[in-house]
């Protein structure tokens, strides 16, 4: 694998071979502080904030898949099934009862991560000692 050193070399070479007719020239203080203004204008633009809006609610194109125990995996069909028969919910699927119950904000507090803790280490034993 090549380092950091070597592709800047290489980088240097092919500038080198340009054609004569085009001048190397180093860019101006102005050029780089217009970039580097631009760069944090982007940052802080409104238009960011709508991205990570519009992000929030976008389905994932692929499938993420996850491992979950025996009981877990039984309850959710058990909730798909509460919500088809009781509520007459028919494309109510697995995704829609697993997203729905991530997606809750209380879930994801610190508060509620730290509750989680003794579970999420009780899940890494059983996972690295096989049970």
């Given at each position: 694998m090549a380092d950091y050193t070597q592709l800047m070399n290489l980088e240097k070479k092919q500038k080198g071979q340009s054609s004569p007719t085009q001048t190397q020239q180093k860019p101006s203080t102005q050029s780089i502080e217009r970039s580097i203004n631009q760069s944090i204008n982007g940052l802080t633009d409104p238009s960011t904030s709508q991205l990570a809006a519009t992000k929030s609610n976008k389905v994932m194109d692929k499938p993420r898949g996850f491992y979950i125990t025996e009981r877990l995996n039984q309850q959710i069909d058990e909730a798909v099934r509460y919500f088809q028969e009781k509520h007459n919910i028919k494309k109510v699927d697995r995704s829609i009862v697993v997203t729905a119950i991530l997606e809750n904000e209380?879930?994801?507090?610190?508060?509620?991560?730290?509750?989680?803790?003794?579970?999420?280490?009780?899940?890494?034993?059983?996972?690295?000692?096989?049970?």
């Open positions: 209380a879930n994801w507090t610190e508060e509620a991560l730290e509750l989680l803790l003794d579970k999420a280490i009780s899940q890494l034993t059983n996972r690295l000692t096989n049970r």
